[in-house]
């Protein structure tokens, strides 16, 4: 059955220092694999996706997310972070089925 | 190009009552999404419609929940009697295919409903 683990459910960073959001997935073949964003009292915002082409992908706002078959993860990575990164992240693996990660709250610390 | 609109943006109604919530997705998206966001959880889908067909409906509490998608454009979900445990945002979404799996979602604002 297809699944989805978002392995931190809280992360802390410095500003101006790298983000690693990490992302595991299970599913029955290749899923397309999505990275969305939502800011407090706004709506969810696509930041990237993987559809079996490069497997390095890059997003907005300085986003990146390697997919890596092998170990079946899909993190998500940013190498300076800025205060307005602070959201919540939810990783979405989707192949017959839409299932959203629990999410990850990003914090950066001044 | 117009964004997911949904309304009303907030709603607080007592326990047993119904409430309907209103979406028009993106113009010429064929495929509606509804999506149900309980406080420090991430949306769970309950129901996908691609054109008027439903594709997907095997979360939506039947007993309670219903949607409809008449003429493929606009969706109303609608829930009777509401319980307390329905509080939470109520989340539309629309992408322009369903088959492909590649399409991503837009997400409207979201209504959030607070039963008493």
């Known amino acids: 059955a297809q699944s989805v683990t978002q392995l931190d459910s809280h992360v802390s960073v410095s500003e101006g220092t790298p983000v690693l959001l990490r992302c595991n997935y299970s599913?029955?073949?290749?899923?397309?694999l999505f990275w969305y964003v939502q800011h407090p009292n706004k709506g969810l915002q696509l930041l990237l996706k993987y559809t079996s082409a490069a497997t390095l992908v890059k997003g907005i706002n300085g986003f990146e997310a390697e997919f890596k078959k092998s170990e079946t993860s899909f993190h998500l990575t940013k190498p300076s972070a800025h205060m307005s990164d602070a959201a919540e992240y939810f990783c979405v693996p989707r192949d017959d089925k839409i299932i959203f990660g629990k999410g990850t709250r990003l914090h950066i610390l001044p | 190009e117009a964004g997911v609109a949904q309304s009303p943006r907030y709603k607080i109604i007592e326990k047993r009552q119904s409430v309907a919530f209103w979406c028009n997705p993106i113009?010429?998206?064929?495929?509606l999404y509804w999506y149900q966001q309980i406080l420090g959880q991430g949306p769970k889908l309950l129901i996908q419609f691609q054109n008027n067909g439903v594709v997907d409906d095997s979360q939506l509490p039947k007993d309670r929940f219903s949607a409809e998608r008449l003429k493929g454009v606009d969706s109303t979900l609608k829930i009777q009697p509401a319980k307390l445990e329905d509080s939470a945002v109520y989340l539309c979404?629309?992408?322009?295919?369903?088959?492909?799996?590649?399409?991503?979602?837009?997400f409207g604002p979201g209504t959030r409903l607070t039963v008493t």
């Open positions: 599913s029955s073949y290749s899923p397309s």
């Open positions: 979404a629309s992408s322009p295919i369903s088959r492909q799996s590649s399409y991503e979602q837009y």
């Open positions: 113009s010429g998206h064929a495929t």
